[in-house]
């Protein structure tokens, strides 16, 4: 097997590594922002599609990579990954894994270091033209490596409050509503949302946005008008109308995962061995 350049070191270029990796290839992956600097770090993180397409293909890569998660689950690892029920207003009560991605990005990182990979910070002007396969999981810099306009901030802002015994998960995403309101528990802290401003470049927290969340959180949750606020993160989600996974030439694109990249890492991994 081969050489694979990996740019992108966020959860697609991370899960990618892992399963190219797994596959025998050697792998170096390159990235300008290191996986806790990342959109990937932001994220709630629910397994849950949201704001990806097609819908056909989303829905086999949320299959495979909820089998890829309860596998982590059953097995064991400081990976923050936790199956926990929950009540989305849409679809009622389920049971879905939610991922502390604080811990899950370093767990990552060291299952491609012990697989034999590499993590280097660099921040590319274009894709390299050398090593024998390149995988551009760049996200929102695909715009400039994958030369797509297509690709397009998707603002995301959420409050980090700290733990008040919640242990059940809650998602009011209906279409039609305002913006998505999500609850989101870690085991020392939880997770509020949040924001989905299309076009949107800016990573500084609103307060405004930041006290309209809390209003609209402690509608579902009513403890967390009390909780204490730890910080405030704004994610810009790679919004693209749907995710680009194709080969071109040495060149497999793997970017444009709007608000599912967490949901669909595993399934989208696979399909990049495939073509690699
Ligand atoms: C508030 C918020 C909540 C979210 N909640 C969820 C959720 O509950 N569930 C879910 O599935 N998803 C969620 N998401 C979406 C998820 O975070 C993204 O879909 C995911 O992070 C995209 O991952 P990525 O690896 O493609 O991109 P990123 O994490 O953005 O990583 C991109 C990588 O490419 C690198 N890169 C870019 N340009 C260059 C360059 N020129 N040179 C070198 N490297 C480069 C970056 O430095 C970075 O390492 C949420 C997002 C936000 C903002």
Request: glycine content about 12%.
């Amino acid at each position: 097997m081969g050489r694979v350049i990996v740019v992108g070191a966020g959860v697609v270029g991370l899960t990618c590594a892992v399963r190219l990796l797994e596959a025998g290839h050697r792998v170096d992956v390159v990235a300008r922002d290191l996986p806790l600097e990342t959109t990937s770090a932001v994220a709630a993180a629910l397994v849950h599609p949201y704001r990806a397409g097609p819908a056909d293909l989303v829905e086999r890569w949320t299959a495979a990579s909820e089998a890829a998660f309860a596998e982590l689950v059953a097995g064991s690892g400081d990976h923050g990954v936790r199956l926990l029920s929950g009540t989305d207003l849409e679809r009622g009560e389920i049971v879905a894994p939610v991922v502390d991605m604080s811990r899950y990005l370093p767990w990552l990182v060291a299952r491609v270091e012990h697989l034999g990979g590499t993590l280097t910070r660099l921040n590319l002007p274009a894709l390299p033209d050398h090593g024998d396969l390149v995988v551009n999981c760049s996200g929102l810099g695909a715009r400039l490596l994958g030369a797509d306009r297509t690709v397009l901030p998707v603002a995301g802002q959420v409050v980090v409050v700290e733990q008040v015994g919640l242990e059940r998960f809650w998602l009011d995403a209906r279409p039609g509503g305002p913006s998505p309101t999500y609850v989101v528990p870690r085991e020392s802290e939880i997770v509020v949302g949040g924001t989905d401003d299309d076009g949107e470049w800016s990573r500084t927290p609103s307060p405004e946005v930041a006290a309209d969340i809390l209003r609209r959180a402690s509608a579902l949750v009513p403890d967390l008008a009390t909780a204490r606020v730890l910080r405030h993160k704004v994610g810009l989600r790679p919004g693209r109308p749907t995710v680009r996974l194709e080969r071109v030439g040495r060149v497999v694109h793997c970017y444009g995962h709007g608000g599912a990249g967490v949901t669909l890492s595993w399934g989208c991994a696979d399909d990049v061995v495939a073509l690699a």
